[in-house]
């Protein structure tokens, strides 16, 4: 029998016009159809939206191929939640019994080590979930590290035991699934069909894949049990000795995989959900297996309603490049990736919006590179407004900002609305800082930056960007961008006196070396005034003195204004960049004390290479030049002066090798032009001799 490739059809849900009026013009892509369709929620009045998410089998850590599903719907679900202003209520379950344990896995590997020479009584499972809980702790310390909100309930699968059993039980009844002699369930497909169901609905082409099947069913499972159809799957699975295992009415087993997602969801969000999610690679079997089994559950005589009626799936994640692969491979762990500063929080979530959650993403240097410099234009941005609005006069006319603001608004709610295209919200709010930036800002409103600073704070709070602040935060800007508050006393000093300096130093008048010790008075004033640093603050307050010593060591030269401003640049690019703060020097205007970014990091290591590199090939030069200068030291008379020969013409050119005999006429040659060619390096090293 060939597979149907077609998918089944899939009910749009309704809403009265008036619902229709208030609801968002939201569409979403649905594995149901493969296509995007109108948000329509079951909530009669449009405000509620259930949410059920596969989550994690707690028996290793997470890896960043995890944390692409994971903060692609926490994006997804604070879009719906802060954006579209749905009150979601979101549900995801703790895989803490995986049906088929791969024993690489390390709770298999402890659990296999317990179980070793000793013997534990499948039902003694608490070793099982003591192990599992441990993982559990770790996902979500990960999850909340990636900046994911906490799910409003987990279900796991050890504390829903007796549900799924029932549920079991129900599809046994209903006449869906069969027991087979060792005291296994499975789910009998062709009854489901026969009756008018549909099953695998979200990818009837893999139907008969058995690879993908095989994947499912794990590698565990009894293979002498006769299933009436290859293609059945398990709902309950007979444990052997040693397995976890939990009482049921066909003797001791446990859930099979799928069926731990179809009950939990079904016991919180009833015989309906409006969206169900997962990564990709979920899709077939087990969400397809999922939707068959709850259908089945669920059904009364031939109708039955849509059990999901929006099926999200994130799309992949995949790592381009040999020097990516090697710090950044999608199977390095979240918590390694974080400790090791690959990725920030921040600079991961970024990555993402800038591809579409449902496709797969490929994480390639260039991607990485523009998600820096995206986050560095928005840190300028707000840097630029925080420094700028008590400067500006209110009294402009021009409101060509105002209008790029709401350009820039509807942009980004029509992308949001196309499917959560954030990629297209990550354009149109670039594409607006852009347009703050090139306007003359002397003729700007401050009323108007402010509105795009806190609308454009709004929109990065929402996507997650900036830890808990929420879209409402009265606050401009996100985290990170501020310098330690500890720090601020000496620090703003430190720029202050930086600034005067160099405006003196450029001045036509010049330096006295009175400029230079009132500014280093100032800074004495400061230390003073801070005398007693927290440990915190130490390091400021250390820079901060070192420099008002330097200042105060200088005497009157010629080169005293150069000297300073290697000081005041070494004191930019060195003492406080190593401390996390660069002081970015801008236009008749004082500079901006701000946190060393991850761009200006990279720019910072690709200068020191460049200077590496710069310097090794001068060395090599020399090292050349100075070997070649060597060479020329021997005089051609006398080169071939060895015993390797034996007779030598007035020149000095061998004409016997050493047994006496003559040289041959090629030999000769060749010796000639070695010749000639050290004669010119001699005469010319005997000329720089007399010349120097
Ligand atoms: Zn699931």
């Known amino acids: 029998?060939?597979?149907?490739?077609?998918?089944?059809?899939?009910?749009?849900?309704?809403?009265?016009?008036?619902?229709?009026?208030?609801?968002?013009?939201?569409?979403?892509?649905?594995?149901?159809?493969?296509?995007?369709?109108?948000?329509?929620?079951?909530?009669?009045?449009?405000?509620?939206?259930?949410?059920?998410?596969?989550?994690?089998?707690?028996?290793?850590?997470?890896?960043?191929?995890?944390?692409?599903?994971?903060?692609?719907?926490?994006?997804?679900?604070?879009?719906?939640?802060?954006?579209?202003?749905?009150?979601?209520?979101?549900?995801?379950?703790?895989?803490?019994?995986d049906d088929k344990p791969d024993t690489k896995a390390d709770v298999m590997l402890a659990y296999l080590d317990k179980l070793h020479g000793s013997s534990i009584c499948g039902?003694?499972?608490?070793?099982?979930?003591?192990?599992?809980?441990?993982?559990?702790?770790?996902?979500?310390?990960?999850?909340?590290?990636?900046n994911i909100i906490d799910a409003d309930e987990v279900t796991r699968v050890s504390e829903f035991i007796p549900?799924?059993?029932?549920?079991?039980?129900?599809?046994?009844?209903?006449?869906?699934?069969?027991?087979?002699?060792?005291?296994?369930?499975?789910?009998?497909?062709?009854?489901?069909?026969?009756?008018g169901n549909h099953y695998a609905r979200l990818e009837p082409w893999n139907r008969n894949d058995t690879a993908l099947q095989a994947d499912g069913e794990g590698a565990l499972i009894n293979k002498?049990?006769?299933?009436?159809?290859?293609?059945?799957?398990?709902?309950?699975?007979?444990?052997?000795?040693?397995?976890?295992?939990?009482?049921?009415?066909?003797?001791?087993?446990?859930?099979?995989?799928?069926?731990?997602?179809s009950a939990m969801a079904s016991a919180r969000l009833g015989k309906q959900m409006d969206i169900h999610s997962g990564g990709i690679d979920l899709a077939f079997p087990h969400h397809d297996n999922e939707l068959a089994q709850s259908e089945a559950y669920w059904h009364k005589g031939c109708s039955h309603d849509q059990w999901v009626n929006y099926f999200l799936h994130m799309?992949?994640?995949?790592?381009?490049?040999?020097?990516?692969?090697?710090?950044?491979?999608?199977?390095?762990?979240i918590r390694e990736a974080l400790e090791r500063g690959d990725w920030t929080p921040r600079s991961l979530r970024i990555v993402f919006l800038m591809g579409s959650w449902a496709d797969g993403i490929e994480i390639t240097e260039d991607l990485v590179k523009a998600g820096n410099a995206w986050e560095e234009k928005l840190n300028n941005f707000f840097l630029s407004?925080?420094?700028?609005?008590?400067?500006?006069?209110?009294?402009?006319?021009?409101?060509?900002?105002?209008?790029?603001?709401?350009?820039?608004?509807?942009?980004?709610?029509?992308?949001?609305?196309?499917?959560?295209?954030?990629?297209?919200?990550?354009?149109?709010?670039?594409?607006?800082?852009?347009?703050?930036?090139?306007?003359?800002?002397?003729?700007?409103?401050?009323?108007?930056i402010k509105d795009v600073a806190k609308w454009v704070t709004s929109i990065v709070n929402i996507l997650g960007l900036n830890?808990?602040?929420?879209?409402?935060?009265?606050?401009?800007?996100?985290?990170?961008?501020?310098?330690?508050?500890?720090?601020?006393?000496?620090?703003?000093?430190?720029?202050?006196?930086?600034?005067?300096?160099?405006?003196?130093?450029?001045?036509?008048?010049?330096?006295?070396?009175?400029?230079?010790?009132?500014?280093a008075a100032k800074g004495e004033e400061a230390l003073k005034q801070n005398a007693h640093a927290s440990e915190e603050a130490k390091p400021y307050q250390r820079v901060l003195s070192d420099f008002c010593?330097?200042?105060?060591?200088?005497?009157?030269?010629?080169?005293?204004?150069?000297?300073?401003?290697?000081?005041?640049?070494?004191?930019?690019?060195?003492?406080?960049?190593?401390?996390?703060?660069?002081?970015?020097?801008?236009?008749?205007?004082?500079?901006?004390?701000?946190?060393v970014s991850r761009e200006l990091m990279a720019a910072r290591e690709e200068k020191v290479a460049r200077a590496r590199k710069k310097q090794l090939e001068k060395e090599a030069r020399e090292k050349e030049a100075q070997e070649k200068a060597q060479r020329g030291r021997l005089s051609h008379l006398l080169m071939f002066r060895t015993n390797e020969y034996s007779a030598w013409d007035e020149n000095g050119i061998p004409t016997k090798d050493a047994a006496g005999e003559d040289l041959n006429k090629s030999k000769g040659k060749k010796l000639k032009k070695e010749w000639e060619r050290q004669k010119r390096e001699h005469e010319a090293w005997l000329a720089r001799q007399n010349g120097s």
Request: proline share 7%.
């Open 224 to 261: 002498s049990i006769e299933k009436r159809s290859k293609a059945d799957f398990a709902l309950w699975k007979a444990s052997k000795p040693g397995e976890p295992s939990w009482p049921s009415p066909w003797g001791p087993g446990r859930p099979g995989w799928h069926i731990e997602c």
């Open 123 to 146: 039902e003694d499972y608490s070793i099982f979930t003591k192990l599992t809980k441990r993982f559990e702790d770790r996902f979500m310390a990960d999850a909340r590290a990636l």
């Open 163 to 195: 549900e799924i059993v029932s549920f079991v039980e129900q599809i046994v009844q209903h006449n869906f699934a069969y027991v087979t002699g060792d005291g296994s369930v499975y789910f009998d497909i062709a009854a489901f069909e026969t009756v």
């Open 315 to 333: 799309g992949h994640l995949s790592i381009q490049g040999s020097k990516m692969s090697k710090s950044l491979k999608n199977f390095t762990t």
């Open 549 to 595: 010593t330097k200042l105060d060591s200088f005497e009157p030269s010629d080169t005293i204004s150069k000297e300073v401003l290697a000081l005041c640049d070494r004191l930019r690019d060195v003492d406080l960049f190593d401390l996390g703060v660069y002081l970015e020097d801008r236009h008749e205007q004082p500079a901006v004390v701000r946190t």
């Open 385 to 448: 407004v925080r420094n700028s609005s008590e400067t500006m006069t209110p009294s402009s006319t021009d409101d060509s900002l105002a209008d790029q603001l709401k350009a820039a608004q509807k942009a980004v709610h029509e992308s949001l609305c196309d499917s959560f295209n954030t990629a297209g919200a990550m354009i149109a709010i670039s594409g607006l800082v852009t347009q703050y930036n090139s306007a003359d800002k002397s003729t700007l409103n401050p009323q108007h």
């Open 1 to 97: 029998m060939a597979a149907p490739r077609e998918q089944p059809p899939w009910k749009q849900p309704s809403a009265t016009p008036e619902l229709t009026s208030r609801l968002p013009p939201l569409k979403i892509w649905n594995s149901l159809t493969r296509s995007k369709v109108p948000f329509v929620p079951l909530d009669p009045e449009g405000r509620k939206v259930t949410w059920y998410a596969c989550g994690p089998t707690v028996y290793d850590d997470a890896h960043l191929g995890h944390a692409r599903n994971y903060v692609s719907t926490d994006i997804l679900r604070r879009l719906l939640r802060d954006y579209f202003k749905f009150d979601v209520r979101f549900i995801m379950n703790i895989t803490d019994v």
């Open 467 to 519: 830890g808990s602040a929420g879209p409402d935060s009265e606050e401009i800007g996100w985290s990170g961008i501020e310098v330690p508050e500890a720090a601020k006393p000496y620090l703003y000093p430190l720029s202050t006196m930086r600034d005067n300096l160099r405006e003196s130093a450029r001045s036509k008048t010049g330096f006295s070396i009175d400029v230079i010790k009132s500014v």
